[in-house]
């Protein structure tokens, strides 16, 4: 009987290296992959210590250019979103269409049934609708399961994530068998494409521009000071404002077709009512008005109760039960049903 093939996502860091040992010890037989997905010396270096845990597992070793799709799919997504006084977030895109996508569909061409990457989660049937569903992981620490929740079932059902099982301390545990200098390695940068965290300064060097300045106002429209372009705000933002009130103004909302950024005091940032589309579906194949879920409206937060209805097909209504601080367009809602992600949805800008 032929070992199974999978194809492991190697990016040369902990995670990855770990994921790929352990396929390997379980009697897989693993090919390890390397995505190119963006110009830098990160990259090269990326490349270069997934070949050194290539040989050390014994284990062929492909490169993937897939910088293409990333460009389209992830980097111009995440500049427009900006133009559009959103704040994205690109794991979440990359997840579904680069490491979900384009990967898999290399995996089927290498002949292989199955992917995997080192994410800190689990993919799990749900226990009542049956449907494939991305489950906590061991670790709350470095659980990844919001950053995943827009995959597809096809995607789910060919996707093994073995180190959902461990902790942080327990990878690098088990890293130090592979390659001593590996376990060592810090974690990776939220944005691979930004690693010094400037995303303006990313944007206008991708674009050439910031956008016109424009006006700071409060909610009665009065005009407190000039912005440098939507593109610098995100909600929930104090410092780089460049203006002084003698107490801590934050920013409300960002209006790209007026060209406005609405500052506020702390106290308005918190709501209890979002909307959100680009619905996304996971453990149930749709919600029912009157759902209870628990939910993040990012990545760091932490679960907070709440009751959705559908507005339409592809929007729906999250009233929490406590008032939620910074509520973000362009961040994701991620619905979850006890430990299995339900689904979400793109938070859209605030409405009544």
């Known amino acids: 009987m032929s070992q199974e093939k999978v194809v492991v996502g190697l990016s040369g860091g902990v995670d990855s290296t770990v994921c790929a040992y352990l396929l390997k010890q379980r009697g897989f037989d693993v090919i390890g992959v390397t995505m190119d997905l963006w110009p830098g010396e990160n990259g090269d270096k990326a490349i270069q210590d997934a070949k050194k845990v290539s040989e050390k597992l014994e284990i062929p070793h492909y490169i993937l250019d897939f910088r293409e799709e990333f460009k389209d799919k992830v980097v111009n997504n995440f500049i427009e979103s900006y133009f559009m006084g959103l704040t994205p977030n690109p794991c979440v895109v990359c ?5 979900g996508e384009a990967l898999l569909r290399k995996a089927y061409e290498l002949g292989a049934a199955s992917i995997a990457t080192g994410h800190y989660a689990k993919v799990e ?4 609708t049956g449907r494939y569903a991305i489950r906590n992981s061991k670790t709350a620490q470095k659980d990844q399961t919001y950053a995943l929740y827009r995959l597809t079932q096809e995607q789910l059902k060919a996707m093994v994530l073995p180190i959902g099982d461990y902790t942080k301390d327990e990878v690098r ?30 944007i206008i060097n991708q674009r050439g521009e910031s956008g016109k300045t424009g006006n700071f106002v409060d909610f009665e429209g009065n005009v407190l000071g000039k912005h440098k372009g939507v593109i610098h705000y995100t909600v929930g933002q104090r ?3 460049g203006l002084a009130f003698g107490k801590p103004k934050y920013v409300y909302s960002v209006d790209p077709k007026l060209n ?3 500052l506020c005091d702390n106290e308005a940032l918190f709501q209890k009512k979002l909307y959100a589309g680009q619905l996304s579906y996971m453990a149930f194949e749709k919600f029912e008005d009157g759902m209870r879920l628990q939910a993040k409206i990012r990545y760091g ?23 939620q601080r910074a509520v973000t367009p362009g961040q994701s809602l991620v619905l979850y049903d ?3 992600v339900a689904g979400g949805g793109i938070i859209l800008p605030w409405q009544d």
């Not at 209805?309 to 929490?320: A, H, S, T």
Request: aromatic content about 10%; hydrophobic content about 35%.
């Open 95 to 99: 997840n579904r269409y680069v490491k």
């Open 125 to 128: 049937k749900h226990p009542i």
């Open 173 to 202: 545990k088990i890293a130090e068998e592979v390659s001593g200098s590996i376990a060592q390695k810090g974690d990776s940068q939220d944005i691979c494409f930004i690693p010094d965290g400037d995303y303006s300064a990313f």
């Open 239 to 241: 410092k780089g404002l």
């Open 260 to 262: 406005t950024v609405v």
């Open 301 to 323: 937060n932490k679960m907070a109760w709440c009751t959705v209805k559908m507005i339409d097909d592809d929007r729906l209504e999250c009233v929490f039960d406590d008032p």
């Open 338 to 340: 006890g430990e299995y």
